[in-house]
Nanobody
Framework: QVQLVESGGGLVQAGGSLRLSCAASGTIFSIVAMKWYRQPPGKQRELVAF??????NYADSVKGRFTISRDNAKNTVYLQLNSLKPEDTAVYYC?????????????WGQGTQVTVSS
C-alpha cells in the first residue's frame, strides 16, 4: 500500500507560479512511476506529467511551463507550475504506480485545488 498526501495548491493570478508537493509513504520501494493529473471543472481527468526511471514527460498543454521532479530522500514528488493560465484551473492529483511481480497498482492522493484568476 502506498499513501499519497498532496499540498501546495491555492489561488494565483495569471502568470504566477505554484509548487505542488506529493509526499509518499508505505511500500514506496514498489513505485515505478509518479504522475500528476488534473481535472478541470466539468471535464475529465487528464495526465499532466509523469516521471519514471529519471525521465520526465509532459502533456503538450503544459510543456515548457510545468516541471516535475522528485526528491528520493524525502519520498516526495513536486510539480512546479509557472506561467499559469486560467485554463490551468483544476484539482491536481498525485498518482503512484507500483509494481508487484507483473501486476501494477494505482494509488491516488486526495487532490489539491489550483485556481488561476485572469
Amino acid at each position: 500500500q502506498v499513501q499519497l498526501v498532496e499540498s501546495g495548491g491555492g489561488l494565483v493570478q495569471a502568470g504566477g507560479s505554484l509548487r505542488l508537493s506529493c509526499a509518499a509513504s508505505g511500500t514506496i520501494f514498489s513505485i515505478v512511476a509518479m504522475k500528476w493529473y488534473r481535472q478541470p471543472p466539468g471535464k475529465q481527468r487528464e495526465l499532466v506529467a509523469f516521471i519514471s526511471d529519471g525521465s520526465a514527460n509532459y502533456a503538450d498543454s503544459v510543456k515548457g511551463r510545468f516541471t516535475i521532479s522528485r526528491d528520493n530522500a524525502k519520498n516526495t514528488v513536486y510539480l512546479q507550475l509557472n506561467s499559469l493560465k486560467p485554463e490551468d484551473t483544476a484539482v491536481y492529483y498525485c498518482n503512484a504506480v507500483s509494481q508487484t511481480g507483473r501486476s501494477h497498482y494505482n494509488y491516488w492522493g486526495q487532490g489539491t485545488q489550483v485556481t488561476v484568476s485572469s
